[in-house]
């Protein structure tokens, strides 16, 4: 066990607060590392909740001012799970007061904040450690991908094919603050295809340079504010789609949407390649699918590996024997894992987004959305 | 077994020569029919083989003049299996004679032809029928499907999502008709696309109203041509893909590739309402599957149905029993029947595709080439 | 095409009638062969749906009296399409007239009979052929299978595992010749037991030596009699399963139902060895899935090929493009055409299994339906 | 937060030490107890290990003798995570303590060793609780498989199909406790089928009455010694294979093996009734195929269940919101919070195995393997 530790302050105790505070009291207990955390604080909103919130998962102090833990000499480093338009706030508070931050993906809701953001984190200089949670980077199965990639195992790249599918976005889903542009900057498009551009920018390691095209479509432009009898307006994609070309000359394709019956958190990328092709998929996350086009023609195909062993597939060994899976929160707790590597002087696993890796990311689904707005369809009504 | 019946002038001795050949004999065997096929005459190019392929599949006549079945008293209809360049001068010269014509698809080079052929079928008048072997069309997965649609069992459709893959277009094939704007007018785009665009009207039984962009990249600029020291220079798309949206506000996303291994025939097509989703994929297309989103929640996921069974899934009482699956070339059989049926005065089992039909397809394909070629993309350059 | 030809007289117009009539029209299409097939002769006890048949089908000439073609200078093979009481008694007549022959599986309702058939083949002489139509060995993927045990790409075998299951016999289905031991035999067992001892005895290359215990339950006792008011007894098994140890010592489990819900026709088998898995099932049958237990760790798992590979996977070439699959009935094609190059003098694509074989199966459903009926069941009550 | 908790005395730090360490720190975190766990005293025979695993996983104290559990005041259960042959001697010492008892399984080495510890937990009276680890009741697939059969939604069942397929026994595994008799009690049989027969017990909610045969053969019979150029014999099973009769009728196959290459932790269950049928893999351990045979014949066919959801699959709404997969490790998490619940006196969300329904599971396994020592083989040498 690690003597040091990095005192974390926590802002956030719903989905993410749970997922990050589960993280990080996880994370020493299956991997060895340089450096403890240590649940120095947690802060949110609802003074209510947050007393039990801090006990049952054992953070020493909660507060409801989060601008609290950028003078506490207990955090060393605040990690953001608010919605999205806190990040860019939070984000700055505890940059200028010398904290490292990990902040919850998007980075902000538009380029324009992601921008003030990767700038900030320059600013602080490289003492201050950013990162950004796109925790599907930790899927063993993915760690196997990146490593295939690095490889050339995959040859020239010719195709890229992304998408995130969900279904909770009926027209009963009730109003929140994913729906307005106010606090989540887009809809699907910055909650779920940033997810994809991240992890395809990552596992290709190359730029993406143009968008052919995009249409954002919002079905449903009204929803019932939940304890009221009023409807409010939704202002932000249901659904986005676009096509691009990263810089070795693959096309790709993007696709995130809350309406499709029959997908729950389906986050699918697959990958073609000269020499072989990759498939991966969210809700059977420990399988990585391989196609090795250089194996002999009759026995060519798509190989199932279940990634969960130890010494062959990156984090497995953390875990449990051979054939033994791992869930959606071990995302983070590997990613907490390699945090607190790279916040002990080591490396990490694999390589972790910061504020500046971030902001490419947020740099592509701005340009998508500006394909979507400004686009130059072609009306069927043109073509006689 | 049907007393009357019609004669079959063939054109088109290879792949799709063989796939017909086979379509005409099998229909009577497996179909109760108001009036048969007679395998009247094929004609083809290569004189050395024809005889013998003429034989094997029962062709009464054959010659090498394809003219010559205008004028031939003993067909009734002219089946054109030939490139895509041939189609034109083929069927016009056909619908003049009066003769039925049945062309394999796409049905045109371009938009201009294909717009020729549709008015060229107007002019002939109702007596004479035409029909475009979109040969998915007849799967009866796809027919259960068709049939759930109309029905309203998903409701109103949000997307779209199309792709056909193929593998075998890797830089060491050769140089073929395929590869060349002259003869093939696209790539996969006319090839692949075309097949996806008709299956998705068919089962939409909408228009395609918008392209929303476009891409259609040829990775491979030249290739060897067969039996000599040359590469010629390919001028076709390896791969298309693009967005669309369809009349009812759903949007669609299309792609066509010969270059992604570990996909040999993956026309993959899956469409998803507000009531429910299909799913078909021809690699494995006796199945359906299918997504109840009125299903109870805990019941609820993707229902994997084999349609086999007679009375329930349409064509299927020609066939086997229950889960005993039928193949690829089936699909043209049931299209077979289907001609047969509309020519003895019958319904078909499903609507059939005519040149005005498949002049509508080649407009969506011209639409999203436009848009790939007159593109605005958004170069991310353009955005800090 | 072949100039001699083999007249074939097929008794026999039901669902195997019409595959095995289906067999013999398409074998010279798709495939080159030293001999054709002439349809000379089909003989069924139904003379008012017999005419029709033979016209559809393309045969010669039709009697109701299958002992005519014993004496029919026109008949070379006898091909015997009909319920198990039935095969020993043509069967027999057709050898006796120097006929060779092609009969259904099972060989016969018992052992006994099938012995007779064995001996009575052996007696013919070796001019006199006889097939059995085990027709699974013929999918493409199974060859592939066969091919590489042949290679010992599977090394030293530990498991067979095979299992059979169908969901038509539920109790509300009639009463018919399946469910009378007078007529079929047994039940489940022997229709599709046998295919599948068949299956592992020509995969593994290895005779099966013990029986472990064995359960052959009849679920439903009494059926309804179609077109009557009474319900005739049930006197074969619902399901049959048994424990087996091949020669090298392999253990095998084989299963066989009609009382499965969710499975139409699911004849799977799957073998793991020292060196590698393989498992096929017949409702996705162009599939088979291979582990290869060399393969580096870390890209270990099972691979799925689309066995549809000219030149690559057997019989694949006699049909269409790689991708683009076969059915059911193919299996009869693919095996009519090896029984006709045996019978030109050439060999087989892969090994036809022949009375001598036949009895071979047949004697492993006795042995295990000894071991259920005879069986030293422990009983719980016996242990305190 | 629940104000009072249960001291938990833990014997072991191996795979099910860390298993169960984190079980218990981990379920009040994610559920509402009315009781917690405190993590008293962790016992191992490594002292040199034992430390930093107590220190890691939070236990407060630590000692290499685990009789001292048995006096410690602050012990209110004591969980055993050793090999099988330890069970017995440490259960019987703390049942005569006065503590509850959670054992791993199998229970026992045998039988005998079994309904000794059955008759002490009786002896023990009905303060003191025991609990055998059969985890895998607790995937929230499992749970909605139970509740669908407690409903009646499968009708009359027909078929139970188990197999536990595992891949790491090859040659080159060495010696170690899981293949000596005097340690392990059996070898895939007690470690596998254990799982296999506590878990269609449940799902059954009946007993088996009957065994119909089996085999268990050693396919490896002896092993080197790490650390020595010693092999020492294996004297277990590397396989076991039996056929069951459970009360209501229905047959049962079981095997369990641990040289199957393609499956690394392949648990699946499969049960088929008149009215529906189902299927779990634990290898893809959030889903559940379910066909409801009294679906229309269109429509009918299995559904992939991802039983994720709150409210809908048990457990599911302690972890993430739906299509959020849970891991191996959350079987224990779910267990250890329903023996909190039965600890503080209130309901478990699906019942719990003691050492009485342990004990039966034994029997069942005793059962088979006197079927396969005692066996009445047919070998095929009888049968003529």
Same mark, same amino acid.
């Given at each position: 066990m690690a003597s040091?530790?990095?005192?974390i302050g926590l802002i956030g105790q719903k989905f993410m607060g749970r997922a990050h505070s589960n993280a990080w009291s996880q994370a020493a207990k299956f991997f060895d590392l340089p450096v403890g955390a240590r649940l120095a604080v947690v802060s949110a909103r609802d003074r209510k909740e947050l007393g039990a919130f801090a006990q049952r998962f054992?953070?020493?102090?909660?507060?409801?001012?989060w601008e609290s833990l950028a003078d506490?000499?207990?955090?060393?480093?605040?990690?953001?799970?608010t919605p999205?338009?806190?990040?860019?706030?939070?984000?700055?508070?505890?940059?200028?007061?010398?904290?490292?931050?990990?902040?919850?993906?998007?980075?902000?809701?538009?380029?324009?904040?992601?921008?003030?953001?990767?700038?900030?984190?320059?600013?602080?200089?490289?003492?201050?450690?950013?990162?950004?949670?796109h925790n599907y980077?930790?899927?063993?199965?993915?760690?196997? *991908?990146?490593?295939?990639? /690095?490889?050339?195992?995959?040859? +020239? &790249?010719?195709?890229?094919? $992304?998408?995130?599918?969900?279904?909770?976005?009926?027209?009963?889903?009730?109003?929140?603050?994913r729906y307005s542009a106010a606090t989540a900057g887009s809809g699907a498009h910055g909650d779920l295809n940033a997810h994809l551009v991240d992890l395809t920018r990552f596992l290709m390691g190359e730029a993406i340079v143009d968008i052919h095209g995009a249409v954002a479509p919002t079905f449903v432009t009204s929803r019932a504010v939940p304890g009221t009898k009023r409807r409010e307006r939704c202002d932000v994609d249901d659904a986005a789609l676009f096509l691009a070309t990263f810089e070795g000359g693959a096309v790709a394709s993007f696709e995130a949407t809350r309406l499709a019956e029959g997908h729950l958190n389906d986050n699918t990328v697959e990958i073609n390649g000269e020499r072989g092709s990759l498939r991966w998929s969210l809700e059977d996350m420990n399988v990585l699918e391989?196609?090795? *086009?250089?194996?002999?023609? /009759?026995?060519?195909?798509?190989? +199932? &590996?279940?990634?969960?062993? $130890?010494?062959?597939?990156?984090?497995?060994?953390?875990?449990?024997?051979?054939?033994?899976?791992?869930?959606?929160?071990h995302g983070f707790t590997n990613m907490a894992a390699d945090i607190l590597r790279v916040l002990g002087g080591k490396k990490p696993e694999l390589p972790l987004p910061d504020f500046a890796d971030a902001y490419e990311t947020c740099r592509v689904l701005e340009a998508a959305l500006l394909s979507a707005k400004h686009r130059c369809a072609v009306a069927m009504n043109d073509v006689p």
């Open positions: 040091k530790s990095i005192g054992g953070w020493a102090k909660s507060t409801p001012k506490d000499p207990d955090v060393d480093l605040v990690d953001i799970g999205n338009h806190l990040h860019a706030e939070q984000a700055l508070r505890m940059l200028e007061a010398g904290k490292h931050v990990a902040c919850e993906k998007p980075l902000a809701r538009t380029l324009a904040e992601a921008r003030v953001l990767r700038d900030a984190a320059a600013a602080a200089g490289r003492k201050v450690k950013t990162f950004v949670w980077r930790r899927a063993p199965a993915i760690g196997l *991908a990146w490593n295939l990639m /690095r490889e050339g195992r995959l040859g +020239k &790249i010719f195709h890229v094919r $992304a998408r995130y599918l969900q279904s909770w976005g009926s027209k009963s889903t009730p109003m929140s603050w391989w196609c090795d *086009a250089e194996a002999p023609p /009759r026995l060519r195909g798509w190989t +199932k &590996i279940l990634a969960t062993s $130890a010494g062959n597939h990156p984090y497995a060994a953390a875990w449990w024997p051979d054939g033994h899976i791992i869930g959606y929160e």
